[in-house]
């Protein structure tokens, strides 16, 4: 497959080459091998690209919702009639395996804009009467949306920001992470291909500093970041600096409890579904693991050894299971994680290994007799790496699992129906999973409470997120005033 993109950037309905830019290798996470070459964006390239953008937003927010729905739902057709190819791409970006990558990826962001598309034409605003006068209110865009992606979901980010800003009338400026610039092109070719005008989807490659230019401009309205708290709170500080509208979504420790009644071959699931899916390189993680003190020896018996049935190796086989991380860098911080987890006492059930072959691998790996104060149990390591906890009553785990800045989502197993709804609602999290962990549906919100986020993507909730309402008094009377 050809894994070198036509240029780095695609602005105004084409690609765009500026070579004057940082160079960016991009690297085959399961090989180390370099597979491509983009360039960081140069001031130029960023004012090409909002120039386009601001231009191409008025002709845009002029056509009906059904003309920008069905060209978001051609969009989705034409995503997965390309599956097999996107999936291909999207596993050499990020490494993830495409046993993944083709249920998952291209898929899912064919569902937005699916999703989008149709509900484009029902955006409306609201009649209200006031007597013989009325107020009528307009669903209006927001402008000019700047999008900044994380590496793990290249596609699927480039198109949950997309759709929901395209079907409110925005045009979007797309910058991809650093590490995974390959698949936000092929969206904005397609979206091009169907039928999108030039400008209204723009991808400008870079490194932070891109970003950072891209956040303060006068031009942008709205920015939607998915990233790091550290990485959200810069960029929230600056949208703040010109009150633009921000969407945050962020990182967390989730926590996933199971109590001793919990079906013990779905908890299982749900704890490696929740761990080390895309080798545990997903924001929701469940990955402080609470469980009860009465089923722990056969959780983790089973748990190990049904990581032992992963199918380690080339991503690219749709036999693989479990796949590299994305980057050395990225290995190397889960490396010195799992080696505080054990500085600190944590007990090595299995993995912590590097697997001695070319590319990024490091073994599913679980710690039990984790303690709620160890660093592996309060910060995020975004890497296959699961802590076990011990509990033994269900008002210390609540207060425990509360116990963090971050707020993503949280995850608790049983059998006991009133038991699994007072502990959902206890949850101080934004996405939350009752005998199951980490499904999006695009008809369900997404999101974060506390430092993990703000705003919602995904459902009628990110409606909200990139329209804004203005409201028209209509007097039909004459009108009074008092000199
Ligand atoms: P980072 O926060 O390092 O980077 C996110 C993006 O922001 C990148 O494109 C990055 O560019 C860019 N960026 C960095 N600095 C700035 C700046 N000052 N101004 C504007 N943009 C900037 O996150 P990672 O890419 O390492 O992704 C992992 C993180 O993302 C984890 O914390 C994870 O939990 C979170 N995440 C959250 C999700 C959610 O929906 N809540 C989903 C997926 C991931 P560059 O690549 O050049 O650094």
Redesign the pocket.
């Known amino acids: 497959m050809q894994t070198q993109p036509t240029a780095s950037h695609y602005i105004g309905g084409a690609y765009v080459e500026d070579t004057a830019g940082t160079p960016i290798d991009v690297i085959y996470p399961a090989t180390g091998e370099v597979i491509g070459r983009v360039y960081s964006a140069t001031p130029a390239v960023i004012d090409h690209a909002l120039t386009s953008a601001r231009a191409a937003q008025a002709e845009w927010a002029a056509m009906t919702g059904t003309e920008r729905g069905r060209i978001l739902r051609r969009a989705a057709d034409i995503l997965r009639e390309r599956n097999h190819d996107l999936s291909v791409l999207e596993t050499y970006d990020t490494g993830k395996p495409y046993q993944e990558t083709s249920v998952v990826d291209a898929t899912s962001g064919a569902d937005a804009l699916e999703y989008f598309g149709g509900m484009a034409a029902t955006l409306t605003g609201e009649h209200i009467p006031l007597g013989e006068d009325w107020v009528y209110t307009r669903r209006e865009p927001l402008g000019v949306c700047v999008g ?6 290249p596609t699927q ?1 480039a198109c949950w920001k997309s759709a929901p800003a395209l079907a409110c009338g925005n045009t979007m400026v797309f ?5 995974t610039p390959l698949c936000a092109l092929k969206v904005a070719e397609i979206l091009h291909e169907a039928g999108a005008p030039a400008g209204v989807y723009n991808v400008v490659q ?7 230019a ?2 303060s401009d006068p031009r942008v309205d709205k920015v939607s ?8 709170r ?2 929230y500080a ?1 949208a703040a600096a010109e009150m633009k509208h921000v969407t945050m ?4 420790k989730s926590p996933l409890i199971i109590f001793d009644d919990a079906d013990l071959e779905n908890a299982v699931s749900g704890a490696i579904l929740g761990n080390f899916y895309s080798s545990g ?4 993680n469940g990955t402080r693991v609470f469980v009860q003190s009465g089923i722990k020896e056969a959780f983790l018996a089973r748990l190990t050894e049904r990581l032992g049935a992963a199918v380690i190796g080339d991503p690219q086989d749709p036999e693989t299971s479990f796949g590299p991380m994305v980057s050395e860098r ?1 290995m190397e911080i889960v490396q010195g994680y799992i080696a505080k987890g054990q500085d600190e006492g944590a007990r090595l059930v299995t993995g912590g290994e590097r697997l001695e072959r070319d590319g990024f691998f490091l073994e599913p790996t679980v710690f039990a007799d984790v303690t709620d104060d160890m660093t592996i149990a309060r910060e ?1 390591i ?1 890497g296959p790496v699961m802590a076990v906890l011990d509990f033994e009553d269900e008002a210390d785990v609540m207060a425990r699992a509360n116990d963090t800045e971050f707020g ?1 989502a949280a995850g608790v197993f049983t059998s006991d129906l009133t038991r699994a709804h007072r502990v959902a609602a206890g949850f101080e999290a934004g996405t939350c999973f009752i005998n199951s962990y980490n499904d999006a549906p695009v008809e369900a919100p ?3 409470v506390k430092a ?2 703000v705003g919602r ?1 995904n459902s009628k909730a990110a409606i909200e997120h990139y329209s804004q309402v203005k409201s028209v008094y209509v007097r039909m009377g004459d009108l009074e005033a008092p000199f």
């Not at 979504?249 to 967390?252: A, H, I, K, S, T």
């Not at 390189?281 to 929701?284: L, R, T, Y």
């Open positions: 900044i992606g994380a590496w793990n979901y980010i910058k991809p992470s650093e590490t870079g490194l932070g500093d891109v970003g950072a891209l956040v970041l998915t990233g790091s708290v550290p990485t959200g810069k960029v600056a979504e962020l990182g967390g390189q997903v924001c929701s990225q995020e975004f993503l997404f999101g974060g993990s986020g993507e």
